[in-house]
């Protein structure tokens, strides 16, 4: 790994680190390790140098990846927005879809009284539901993704 990132001194941080960890003991090491090679690769550092190694030693597994932000030609593997292509990747993977989480979120927040929309995006922010508005629509977004549009007229 060393090697690989010393082609290019350039580059301020040479390594990626992340890590995947599931709710309780959900996936084995081995499933784990299965989606972490699979994400690597999907993040871009599939070809680069890197290393999986499992943990068990809290109550959710989970995997650190380290890897190289350098590949083998000495190029700077592409970061850019990498937390919003990493929850796609993820979710990619596992076979989630997330707008499923945003609308009942919403839904039930409009069973609450506001006096204000701010009180409102204040609920939606516990749900990690971010709203984005314009003249005439509210977006909610999630994970960096907009996965929902709500018409202003509904809000008043």
Same mark, same amino acid.
Not at 46 to 50: D, F, H, K, L, Q
Not at 99 to 105: D, G, N
């Given at each position: 790994m060393k090697l690989v990132c010393d082609a290019n001194p350039r580059v301020k941080n +040479?390594?990626?680190h992340a890590v995947i960890s599931t709710k309780g003991q959900s996936y084995s090491p081995e499933r784990l390790s299965q989606i972490a090679k699979q994400y690597l690769h999907d993040m871009g550092y599939?070809?680069?140098?890197?290393l999986i190694y499992f943990h068990g030693d809290t109550q959710n597994n989970h995997v650190h990846m380290v890897s190289t932000r350098i590949d083998k030609n000495g190029n700077k593997v592409n970061d850019r927005y990498e937390k919003i292509r990493s929850q796609k990747v993820i979710q990619m993977i596992l076979g989630q879809n997330v707008?499923?989480?945003? +609308?009942?979120?919403f839904d039930r927040s409009m069973g609450f009284n506001f006096s204000t929309k701010a009180q409102m995006k204040? /609920? /939606?922010?516990?749900?990690?539901i971010i709203i984005s508005e314009d003249k005439d629509t509210m977006k909610l977004i999630k994970y960096g993704m907009v996965l929902h549009f709500i018409d202003q007229e509904k809000i008043k």
């Open positions: +040479r390594q990626f599939g070809e680069n140098p890197y707008s499923h989480e945003v +609308r009942p979120a204040l /609920l /939606l922010e516990q749900e990690g």
